[in-house]
């Protein structure tokens, strides 16, 4: 079983900065692909940003220029750095991790709890 803790998170004024973390404990693992997501109240989850395995980055259009997405593999830990943060940033922020674990190589596809990001004056 794949965990993830996300941490990160808080209130921060527009303009201003965050860095979010998001790192997976478990055996044996090799991810396809690590991201970020967010959901903002009455509306759906959508991507913020995704990582693949080979280091190929996607952004949502939202964001792009702004936040930046990167890893320790070593960590087994992603990153998500939000710099120029707008009121319509707020949402909590998922992290989402997509690979193989265990001896058995066993598909899985896991969600941390979620971390709120607020950005107001």
């Known amino acids: 079983q794949v965990q993830l803790v996300e941490s990160g998170g808080g209130l921060v004024q527009p303009g201003g900065s965050l860095r979010l973390s998001c790192a997976a404990s478990?055996?044996?693992?090799?991810?396809?692909?690590m991201g970020w997501y967010r959901q903002a109240p009455g509306k759906q989850r959508e991507l913020v940003a995704r990582?693949?395995?080979?280091?190929?980055?996607n952004y949502a259009d939202p964001v792009k220029g702004r936040f930046t997405i990167s890893r320790n593999t070593a960590k087994n830990t992603v990153y998500l750095q939000m710099n120029s943060l707008k009121p319509e940033d707020t949402a909590v922020y998922y992290c989402?991790?997509?690979?193989?674990?265990?001896?058995?190589?066993?598909?899985?596809?896991?969600w941390g709890q979620g971390t709120q990001v607020t950005v107001s004056s």
């Open positions: 989402n991790a997509k690979g193989v674990a265990g001896p058995m190589r066993a598909d899985f596809d896991s």
């Open positions: 478990g055996s044996a693992l090799r991810f396809s692909a």
């Open positions: 990582i693949t395995a080979l280091g190929s980055t």
